[in-house]
């Protein structure tokens, strides 16, 4: 989409350069040369306009990644202007909590904590566990259907002990949660392309994400079909969300809550794909 500004200064040229040549053309010098000054002034007060309403650009140093436009802009006003460059590698030191013993099921939240703790809000892990929105619905087996909550709802489950039913959650939640402690500073990345995690990393900035415990594809044999309030949902049980810390050529490195291990890496390719499989699930934040 083009800005104000931009349509203003494409018309001012259509109008003004047909003009000027066409006074030159009949040997109107002296309207010419107004019309060049009018032109020339307008030009010195609408590109600084145009300047500022590029409110975030990006530039890849990657040859391969997709180009500019499939990216999304930043919405901070704080970025406004600036310039990152995708880097070729990057590794942040970010806190890396456990979730077990106390929430089995709580890696969503406790790879959330260490989002926001990066982000210097010290929140814990069980706070965090006690906060989220719920998804109530109870699981049950009728006809040989499955029917419980859906994730893109609220946490499914018993995120306390695997001897009940129960998932995860998946990001708007999570955003919906990290919102109360950055408000206003919180991007929901979802859907976006893997190459914009890159940006962020570029920044000194973790990223959340949705990925699988086997950190690759998996076959449709893994999923199945729940039937919730809100309608049909395919899962699968290997669903596992990580802080992604950073990145080189060929590894993807993040503080795993499940292990507790810091700056783990695996194979970028694969995670990647268990990433895209999984919806492309992403969370993180702009700087203050």
Known sequence: MFSTMTII????????????????????????GISVLIFGAFLLICLPLV?????????????SSP?????RLYEGSSYDGEIIKIKDQVLIDAPVIKQLPE???????????????HANIQVDKMTLAEQIKKDPAPYREENGKIYFGN???GFVGNMYSR?????????????????RYLPGRILDLTGRAFEELKIHHSDQRTVRVIVKTTY???????????????????ITYKEHAVLMTGYDEDYVYFNDPLTGEKNRKVELAGFREAWEQMGRQAITYVHP
């Open 9 to 32: 200064f494409i018309v001012l040229v259509v109008i003004f350069m047909p003009l000027i040549l066409y006074l030159r053309k009949k040997r109107f010098q002296k309207a010419a």
């Open 51 to 63: 300047h500022s309403q590029t409110r975030f650009q990006i530039v890849s140093m990657d040859k």
């Open 67 to 71: 180009p500019a436009e499939d990216f």
């Open 103 to 117: 929430l089995p099921r709580g890696c969503e939240v406790t790879s959330l904590a260490m989002l926001l703790q």
């Open 151 to 153: 994730p893109h709802d």
């Open 163 to 179: 001897s009940e039913p129960g998932l995860g959650v998946y990001h708007g939640p999570v955003a919906e949660l990290a919102e």
């Open 216 to 234: 690759k594809k998996l076959p449709k044999s893994q999923f199945e079909t729940w039937h919730t309030p809100s309608g049909t949902i395919k």
